[in-house]
Nanobody
Framework: QVQLVESGGGLVQPGGSLRLTCAAS????????MAWYHQAPGEQRELVAR?????????YADSVKGRFSISKANVRNTAVHLEMNDLKPEDTAVYYC???????????WGQGTQVTVSS
């Protein structure tokens, strides 16, 4: 089992910045990637960014390329940051951290953190 705790959400004006952090605990040695998803009201959950535990391979959704950056927060690959810059009202959503496990493809999810972009 892996437990994930997200932090860093909040209310920000358009053009502002936020940094989200996700910390994993438990059986973390088999995590092969960590990712951030977002889900707006009435919408499906969508992948925002992903980073592999080994190497520097990263993925970004087209809507956030050039504005968001995902990075490892420690050398043990048990925490990640999501730097969000130039935030837009359409970025408003609950942001969820996901740990993807090697082998059977099991995924673990955090409880989510609300990001609201509004003037």
């Amino acid at each position: 089992q892996v437990q994930l705790v997200e932090s860093g959400g909040g209310l920000v004006q358009p053009g502002g910045s936020l940094r989200l952090t996700c910390a994993a605990s438990g059986s973390t040695s088999n995590i092969y990637a960590m990712a951030w998803y977002h889900q707006a009201p009435g919408e499906q959950r969508e992948l925002v960014a992903r980073i592999r535990s080994a190497g520097a391979d990263k993925y970004y959704a087209d809507s956030v390329k050039g504005r968001f950056s995902i990075s490892k927060a420690n050398v043990r690959n048990t925490a990640v940051h999501l730097e969000m810059n130039d935030l837009k009202p359409e970025d408003t959503a609950v942001y969820y951290c996901c740990a993807k496990m090697a082998g059977w493809g099991t995924e673990y999810w955090g409880q989510g953190t609300q990001v609201t972009v509004s003037s």
